[in-house]
Nanobody, 124 residues
Framework: VQLQASGGGLVQDGGSLRLSCAAS????????LGWFRQAPGEARVFVAT??????STYSGDSVKGRFTISRDKDTVSLQMNSLKPEDTAVYYC????????????????????WGQGTQVTVSS
């Protein structure tokens, strides 16, 4: 199983970036695909997640209204607009089995496949 993230880079305050992650190696039709991020010296935190069909999504409060998650089968994307210096982090894509129709997984421990991470740096 492999999750390959791409699209990170350096952008100025207020700019935009689009991250993508391609999942392969098994069927992910019963999995949600999500994004987490980890800033230097901090814990990894949830960003957003989406179901197979794309019909259900959930985003963390710090990115709502600025980041949009989308999915095309085994590829998940994160459109990041109005970026701020505090969005600087390594962004990780991850996959979790959807165990319930009530709610989506938002904690690290619920995700069992992880990508290698891609650096996003927002300069002020």
């Amino acid at each position: 199983v492999q999750l390959q993230a791409s699209g990170g880079g350096l952008v100025q305050d207020g700019g935009s970036l689009r991250l993508s992650c391609a999942a392969s190696g098994r069927s992910f039709s019963s999995y949600v695909l999500g994004w987490f991020r980890q800033a230097p010296g901090e814990a990894r935190v949830f960003v957003a997640t989406i179901t197979w069909s794309g019909g259900s999504t959930y985003s963390g409060d710090s990115v709502k209204g600025r980041f949009t998650i989308s999915r095309d089968k085994d590829t998940v994307s994160l459109q990041m607009n109005s970026l701020k210096p505090e969005d600087t982090a390594v962004y990780y894509c991850a996959a979790a089995p959807r165990r319930s129709v009530y709610g989506l997984p938002v904690t690290e421990s619920e995700y069992n496949y992880w990508g290698q991470g891609t650096q996003v740096t927002v300069s002020s």
